[in-house]
C-alpha cells in the first residue's frame, strides 16, 4: 500500500518521537548509532519494497540519538560535577524569582560552569533577574519525592543541583536579556495594579488568568480548585489557553463577528499574553496549541491539522526532548488539542438537544472533549478523579473571558487613574467571586473527588480505547 506524502510525513514525526521517548532509558554510545547508520543504508537500497519501513526505523533510532546527544556531560566543567561539596561560585539569575509565602526560589545559571543551580532561600533579601550573585553552599542533587519524580523535573530546565538556604552577596544588577528584563518589569507593574484595584483572593486569582502569577493565592482555595478539577484556568498552558480560545471564537460566531477577523484579534491576545507573561517555554508552548486549535476551526481539514499538531510537538521536543516525558503540563497542552480538534466534532452529534445560544452546545462539547482527553494523563500524574469537574467546568469557564476581558480593562483604567482601575476592578471581582463560590461550593462534598492510581501501561491502553472510538465515529 502506497501511503501519501501527509501520511508519510505524520509518521516519520511519529518515530521520531518515539525515539525521543525512548532514549530515556536508552542510552546508547555513537559508535551504536554509527553501526545502525550503516546497516540502514545497505538494507534500504537492497530491500527497496521496505524502504519506508527502514526510513522510520531510522527517523526513530534518530530520536533515541538526539535525546542522548542532548544529554549533559557531568564533568569537572558541569556544575553538578560538584554536588555533595561545598563550593563558591559566581552566577546570573536567569528566570523570574518563584516567591513563596516564606521563601522565594532563583534558578540561576554559574558564570564558570555548564548547567543551573535551583537555590531555596529566604523570602528577604528579594533578588531580580539579572542579578549577578556570589553564592556559597552545599550543592545536592534532587531526588524524588514520594512518587513525584523531582529530579526528572527539574532536568527538564537543565537543572541538576540544588542549594537549600546558601549565602548569598549580590554582586551586579543588570547582566540579564534587556528585552527579558523589560517584560518581567512590566509584569510586575501589572502584578501592581492589579492588587491596588481589587481586593485577595479576586485579585491574586487575576493574576493567574491573566499573567500566569499564582503566588498568592492561598493554598486552600489552590486545594479547593485541585478538588473541583479547574485548576488549568489558573495554569498557563495549552489546556486553559486552547479551551480559552474556543469559548471566544463560539462567542464571536453567536455575535456575528467575522471569523477571520476574531482571528486576527485572537492571535493578538496571544502575542500579547505571551508577551505579559514572561515568555517563558511553557507560555509560548501554550499559545502554539492555541494557535493550532484557530487554525483547525478555520480551516477544518483534519490531515493538515494532525501534521501541524504532530510537527508542533516534534519540534518543541528537539529544542528540549526531556518535556516529551517529564513535563505534564506539555502532556497536558497536547492531549486537550488533540480532544477539542479530533473528539468536539463527534460530541456535538450527540448534544443536539442543548441550544445553540451563546454557543452553549459547541462550548459544552469542547469543555468535555478537553477533560475527556486529558483524564488518563491526569490519574496517571496526580492520581485524583474530580466527580465533579465536568458540571463545574461548564459552570466555570464561559465566566473565564469575560473576566479576562474585565480584568485587562482593569489594569488599563489603573494606569490612567486608581479610581478609575478600582470601579471597573469591583466588576472583575464580581465575577471573581461567582468562580470562587462555585468552587467553594462544590469542593465541600465529600464524594467531589476521589484517588485513582494508574499506571503508564492502563495509560496508554486508555489512550488506545479512545483513539479506536474516534476512528469509529470517524467511519460511521
Known amino acids: 500500500m502506497v501511503l501519501p506524502k501527509s501520511k508519510k510525513f505524520f509518521y516519520g514525526c511519529l518515530a521520531f518521537l518515539s525515539g525521543i521517548a525512548l532514549g530515556e532509558v536508552v542510552h546508547w554510545p555513537l559508535y551504536v548509532f554509527l553501526i545502525i547508520l550503516f546497516v540502514f543504508v545497505d538494507l534500504s537500497f537492497f530491500l527497496k519494497r521496505w524502504r519506508l519501513w527502514w526510513v522510520l526505523f531510522f527517523i526513530f533510532v534518530l530520536g533515541i540519538f538526539w535525546n542522548n546527544l542532548l544529554m549533559p556531560k557531568i564533568d569537572e566543567f558541569h556544575i553538578s560535577f560538584y554536588n555533595d561539596q561545598e563550593i563558591t561560585f559566581q552566577a546570573v539569575n536567569v528566570a523570574e524569582p518563584d516567591s513563596r509565602l516564606d521563601h522565594q526560589k532563583l534558578t540561576v545559571k554559574p558564570t564558570d560552569y555548564k548547567g543551573k543551580v535551583l537555590l531555596k532561600m529566604f523570602l528577604y533579601p528579594e533578588y531580580e533577574y539579572g542579578d549577578l550573585l556570589e553564592v556559597k553552599c552545599r550543592l545536592v542533587a534532587p531526588e524524588p519525592i514520594e512518587e513525584f519524580k523531582y529530579d526528572r523535573y527539574l532536568a527538564r530546565y537543565g537543572i541538576y543541583s540544588v542549594c537549600y538556604y546558601p549565602r548569598v552577596r549580590l554582586l551586579e544588577k543588570g547582566r540579564g536579556n534587556k528585552l527579558m528584563s523589560g517584560v518581567l518589569k512590566l509584569k ?71 471569523r477571520k477577523k476574531m482571528i486576527w484579534i485572537i492571535g493578538g491576545c496571544l502575542l500579547l499574553f505571551v508577551f505579559l507573561t514572561g515568555a517563558s517555554a511553557s507560555v509560548v508552548r501554550a499559545a502554539i496549541m492555541g494557535m493550532i486549535v484557530i487554525f483547525a476551526k478555520h480551516i477544518g481539514r483534519l490531515t493538515k491539522v494532525s501534521n501541524l499538531l504532530i510537527l508542533s510537538a516534534a519540534i518543541m521536543v528537539v529544542v528540549n526532548p526531556k518535556i516529551l516525558v517529564w513535563d505534564a503540563g506539555f502532556q497536558l497542552s497536547f492531549f486537550a488539542t488533540i480532544g477539542l480538534v479530533y473528539l468536539s466534532p463527534i460530541l456535538e452529534k450527540y448534544f443536539t438537544w442543548l441550544p445553540t445560544k451563546l454557543a452553549i452546545r459547541e462550548n459544552t462539547t469542547s469543555t468535555l472533549s478537553s477533560i475527556i482527553f486529558t483524564l488518563p494523563m491526569i490519574l496517571f500524574s496526580f492520581h485524583r478523579l474530580s466527580l465533579v469537574a465536568p458540571l463545574v467546568n461548564l459552570l466555570v469557564l464561559p465566566i473565564i473571558p469575560l473576566a479576562m476581558l474585565l480584568g485587562f480593562l482593569q489594569i488599563v483604567a489603573a494606569y490612567l487613574s486608581s479610581f478609575l482601575g478600582q470601579m471597573v476592578g469591583w466588576f472583575t471581582w464580581l465575577s471573581l467571586s461567582y468562580v470562587i463560590k462555585m468552587v467553594e461550593l462544590f469542593s465541600s462534598f465529600s464524594w467531589a473527588s476521589i484517588e485513582i492510581r494508574i499506571n503508564w501501561q492502563i495509560m496508554v491502553i486508555l489512550y488506545i480505547l479512545l483513539i479506536v472510538v474516534l476512528k469509529r465515529e470517524k467511519a460511521e
Open 188 to 258: 510586575k507593574s501589572v502584578e501592581t495594579k492589579i492588587n491596588q484595584t481589587v481586593s485577595e483572593p479576586q485579585a491574586s486569582l487575576t493574576a493567574g488568568i491573566l499573567i500566569g502569577s499564582r503566588q498568592g493565592i492561598p493554598k486552600g482555595l489552590l486545594e479547593k480548585f485541585n478538588i473541583t478539577g479547574i485548576t488549568h484556568i489558573i495554569a498557563i498552558s495549552g489546556f486553559n489557553i486552547t479551551i480559552i480560545v474556543v469559548l471566544l471564537m463560539n462567542l464571536s460566531k453567536h455575535f456575528y463577528i467575522d
